[in-house]
């Protein structure tokens, strides 16, 4: 079974600009994380979907964060315009609960973005 | 408001035995996961404890206390693999969002 995708796996931006970040979860699985972590924390939820609609978004700061699954498959995050404290991994992980009291979210590798 | 509490840093030898406790004020609780990230690698799920008690998964093991708020991953045998960092979640709702620890950082030493 293929993991979750992610790209790009590094983006250097300069702050201001744009950046977007792609992710595809494993086939089948109808939940859908992103996530932030800086160095040295855990991460941190940014947004959840559940197939193409979003449960929890409390914590995307979204005079600046988007992120969209219109599809209910594969999903972009974008960042427009970055500041110096959005360096950090973006993660994104996906999860299938069909009842079978499986609680385990899959992560993919992640995505370094670092803002100078 | 809620918090996670994890010591920073753990050291163990090879082959010893290693606890690393987290403790969690959250409004709400369904449950404690912890997953394991190695440096520059994704985190990977380990274990999830819904009911007080002993979950044990070969040389991983988790414990719960929900009266206590409290639990702990105890890792037997240690190897030089297992130096990662661990991070304890909390399930808060029926959503399966979770909530994060700053994670323990476990070096094993030969």
């Known amino acids: 079974e293929a993991g979750v995708a992610q790209s790009p796996r590094y983006k250097i931006i300069e702050k201001r600009q744009s950046v977007a970040f792609w992710c595809n979860p494993i086939s089948g699985h109808a939940t859908l994380y992103w996530y932030q972590q800086i160095l040295g924390q855990g991460p941190k939820l940014l947004i959840q979907f559940q197939n193409n609609g979003v449960v929890d978004d409390s914590q995307l700061p979204k005079d600046r964060f988007s992120a969209e699954r219109l599809k209910g498959v594969d999903s972009t995050l974008k960042i427009q315009p970055a500041k110096l404290e959005d360096s950090a991994v973006y993660l994104c992980?996906?999860?299938?609960?069909?009842?079978?009291?499986?609680?385990?979210?899959?992560f993919g590798p992640g995505t370094r973005l670092t803002v100078t | 408001g809620q918090s996670l509490e994890q010591p920073s840093e753990v050291t163990a030898v090879e082959g010893a035995i290693v606890q690393i406790n987290c403790t969690y004020q959250t409004s709400g609780f369904y449950g404690l996961s912890w997953y394991q990230q190695h440096d520059g690698g994704a985190p990977t799920f380990l274990s999830y404890n819904a009911l007080d008690g002993l979950e044990e998964t070969g040389r991983f093991s988790s414990f719960l206390s929900r009266s206590d708020s409290y639990g702990y991953l105890l890792l037997q045998e240690l190897q030089m693999k297992d130096s990662a960092s661990y991070f304890c979640a909390v399930k808060k709702d029926s959503s399966y969002k979770l909530i994060f620890g700053s994670g323990t950082r476990l070096l094993v030493r030969p």
């Open positions: 992980a996906s999860s299938n609960h069909d009842g079978t009291g499986s609680y385990e979210q899959y």
